[in-house]
């Protein structure tokens, strides 16, 4: 998303420092948060199945999971946006102008965190249109629940994809 900004030559000719950055740090909050999320998400459905029922796991199973991850991933979603911007609020104040501009041309110029940016938008598209149908069908979450579910579990693919990369040893910057 960072990536849809043009990198100036120079550090200190980077127009738009203040929204590179805010729009990094929600993203890659949204991601973080987006992932954690489902990670709760799993282990509130195995508590909660084994509680009700100490059978090994039915196919409903399944089903109680993605429902799950559909309301799960949207509170995770919002919750790491609004900690990204915060914490870059708080980290940033009081700073001068160059210290932002140079901190968004080093991440503009970041080919990982590009790709990275990408990966999210192309997930969260993708999970938004097969979160939203899956609200459609009446699976008690509704259709605006559903995207924004969808939405997040897509943004966690780019928390996969960047550890990937990193254990690939992809490290561009």
């Known amino acids: 998303m960072t990536s ?22 929600a993203r890659a909050g949204a991601m973080i948060g987006s992932f954690v999320s489902l ?33 799960h991933a949207p509170h ?14 708080a980290q940033m104040r ?3 102008e160059v210290e932002w501009q140079d901190r968004s041309w080093r991440l503009l110029g970041n080919k ?6 990408w990966v999210a938008v192309g997930g969260a598209g993708l999970g938004g249109v097969v979160g939203g149908m ?11 629940r559903g995207v924004l579910g969808g939405v997040g579990v897509g943004m966690a693919a ?5 550890v990937g990369r990193m254990g690939l040893g992809k490290k561009e910057g």
């Open 39 to 71: 990670l709760t998400a799993t282990t509130s459905t195995l508590l909660s199945h084994r509680k009700h029922n100490p059978s090994p796991l039915p196919v409903p199973f399944r089903t109680n999971l993605t429902h799950t991850f559909l309301t």
């Open 112 to 117: 990982g965190e590009v790709w990275t940016d």
């Open 76 to 89: 995770g979603l919002l919750a790491g946006a609004l900690f990204g911007v915060t914490a870059t609020f």
């Open 134 to 144: 899956a609200g459609s069908r009446g699976k008690g979450i509704g259709m605006a």
């Open 4 to 25: 849809l900004y043009p990198q100036a030559p120079y550090a200190e000719d980077q127009p738009h420092a203040h929204q590179v950055l805010y729009l990094h740090t």
């Open 94 to 96: 009081g700073r001068q």
């Open 158 to 162: 780019g928390v996969v994809f960047m």
